[in-house]
């Protein structure tokens, strides 16, 4: 990813995990709407959303937060 520094990356990454989890928060509260999907488009449909937004969310993420640590300085 070519982050900065070792530091400017853990910190990156710890701060990308508190938003993380501060924005999930009130997706956990207000649960999910029952919609009459079958199996499998129920699981299509979950798979694209998190699936792939698992896994290219927090490399985007980390990497700006990474830029903005260095750009401020902090790292």
Do not use: W
Not at 3 to 8: E, F, K, R, V
Not at 47 to 69: E, Q, R, S, T
Request: overall charge positive.
């Amino acid at each position: 990813m070519r982050l900065a520094t070792p530091q400017s990356a853990i910190l990156s990454a710890v701060i990308f995990n508190a938003l993380v989890i501060i924005a999930l928060i009130p997706l956990a509260l207000r649960g999910v709407t029952y919609r009459p999907l079958s199996a499998a488009a129920m699981l299509r449909r979950s798979l694209l959303i998190y699936g792939v937004g698992g896994l290219i969310v927090p490399f985007v993420g980390i990497k700006l937060i990474d830029l903005a640590i260095v750009f401020l300085g902090l790292a």
